[in-house]
């Protein structure tokens, strides 16, 4: 569906207006200030800024908001899409050794200009927006065709979604036939005939568009769609079919087409090619980083766990990955060696107590060795999943990855606990900066763990990431649990 007032060439408009604030807002600042600044040393920094806020602004989502309501959620955006941009700009003269080419006065006027115009062309925007839709300006005029308690229900959606340009004119449907005339008068929009008299309808209103809106399976659908096809036959307007999921959907509810068939994705990766590039060159760079800053702890670990009793010094457990494939996650070994038939078990993620529950390791459990404890309470002993990182099952920044044991005893009792695993499981995540980490002894407690997890699938972005790893050595590092 098209929307208005921001169609492609709108958003572009506004693109191009952020850049000019941007871009213009140093020479003007410049140009005001006694300070004797070279453009020809100015100029490689200054196009560099142009792929930087077009590639972060996409990230940060400063468009794909436009179509929701709060004018709070648009300036939100805005500034944290600002931030990032600062933070790789600042990363940027760090790197090439040209701050001095910047005078302090100068930037220092523009980090605070920029923002402060970008926000307040929002705030004009939303004004002058919500002023032309209450007056019946700029926007589309829809005809809702179909059920009569969905249609109304799409048109209490779009009066919280107004700034989409998508304006109810009213509703043609058989359920309004039957209602008495006070309740018919007293619907939210106009009850305009039956869907027989579709044709007539649409010659007296002139909608824009026409929407069918109906349930997903209702057994009218199929013959309902079919008809309104037939009707529509005679008229040059657009017509859109808005089903109506009642189940519900982890990520965004993605329509696509199959080769000429309609195809709904209910629960998939909310993430767009691009941001997935993204997520997987902040893994790489901040796993080598994370490897190399390390790498003196992670000898003294292997040293002191292979000194403290006998076995490997890495514990290796399968565990469910991505789309819930089985993966091999690295942890420095915390436990004394036990048979081989025990260790077998735990690898597989089988081991349960005689009540068939997965037995998960507790603070008193006499098999954690002395150096364990520490490595447990530090969260030390995850380091080497850094590598699990590089080597692709895991990423820095995700649901934690849980032994299949676990998974498999709590599966029926905690509603999509399955679909934490339409990410990478990282090594950090919402959940472990929330205070949601360690044993999960009751279904509250899982539920809980799933809830921040399935919160972060479906908020993410560079700027959630970013800030679960900055407090992630404050409130995910110290561990309190086993």
């Not at 044709?199 to 007296?204: D, M």
């Not at 568009?209 to 008229?235: D, I, N, P, Y």
């Not at 002395?370 to 447990?376: A, D, P, T």
Request: with cysteine.
């Amino acid at each position: 569906m098209s929307l208005k007032p921001f169609t492609p060439r709108r958003i572009l408009g506004l693109q191009i207006f952020d850049l000019a604030v941007i871009l213009l807002g140093i020479l003007a600042i410049e140009a005001f200030l006694p300070v004797n600044v070279s453009f020809a040393r100015m100029r490689p920094l200054f196009w560099a800024l142009v792929p930087l806020v077009i590639i972060i602004f996409q990230l940060a989502g400063v468009y794909r908001v436009l179509s929701e309501r709060p004018a709070l959620r648009w300036c939100r955006q805005v500034l944290i899409g600002w931030a990032l941009v600062l933070g790789a700009f600042f990363t940027l003269l760090y790197l090439t050794k040209s701050a001095e080419v910047f005078p302090r006065s100068v930037i220092l006027i523009w980090m605070v200009a920029v923002p402060v115009v970008l926000v307040l062309s929002r705030l004009v925007l939303y004004k002058v927006l919500k002023r032309r839709l209450r007056h019946g300006k700029g926007g589309q005029r829809l005809l809702l065709v179909g059920d009569l308690p969905a249609c109304r229900r799409f048109h209490a959606h779009l009066a919280r979604h107004h700034t989409m340009g998508l304006r109810c004119i009213g509703i043609c449907a058989n359920g309004g036939a039957s209602l008495p005339e006070v309740a018919r008068r007293n619907l939210p929009i106009p009850w305009l005939g039956r869907t027989d008299e579709l044709p007539r309808i649409i010659e007296r209103e002139r909608p824009d568009r026409v929407v069918l809106v109906t349930a997903v399976g209702s057994a009218s659908q199929g013959r309902q769609l079919a008809e309104l096809q037939g009707a529509m036959k005679s008229f040059a307007l657009p017509f859109d079919f808005a089903p109506e999921v009642a189940t519900s959907h982890t990520g965004p509810l993605q329509a696509s087409d199959c080769a000429g068939r309609p195809l709904f994705t209910i629960t998939g990766s909310p993430l767009s090619p691009f941001e997935l590039l993204f997520k997987w060159v902040e893994d790489k760079v901040v796993a080598l980083v994370a490897i190399v800053v390390f790498s003196p702890i992670f000898v003294l670990a292997a040293i002191l766990v292979k000194f403290s009793s006998p076995g490997p010094v890495l514990f290796v457990q399968t565990r469910h990955g991505l789309y819930g494939k089985p993966i091999r996650v690295m942890k420095f070994r915390t436990m004394r060696q036990v048979s081989a038939a025990a260790a077998e078990a735990a690898t597989k993620g089988r081991e349960a107590t005689q009540s068939g529950r997965f037995l998960q390791a507790s603070a008193s459990d006499d098999r954690i060795t002395w150096i364990g404890k520490w490595l447990r309470k530090t969260s030390l002993d995850e380091l080497p999943q850094f590598f699990n990182v590089l080597r692709g099952d895991m990423s820095v920044v995700g649901p934690r990855p849980h032994p299949i044991g676990l998974n498999h005893q709590f599966a029926e009792e905690v509603d999509q606990l399955m679909h934490r695993h339409l990410m990478k499981p990282g090594i950090t995540g919402l959940a472990q900066i929330s205070g949601a980490r360690g044993e999960t002894s009751s279904t509250e407690s899982m539920r809980r763990r799933v809830d921040l997890d399935l919160q972060y699938i479906r908020t993410w972005s560079p700027w959630l990431d970013m800030k679960i790893i900055l407090l992630t050595p404050f409130k995910g590092f110290l561990n309190y649990e086993p």
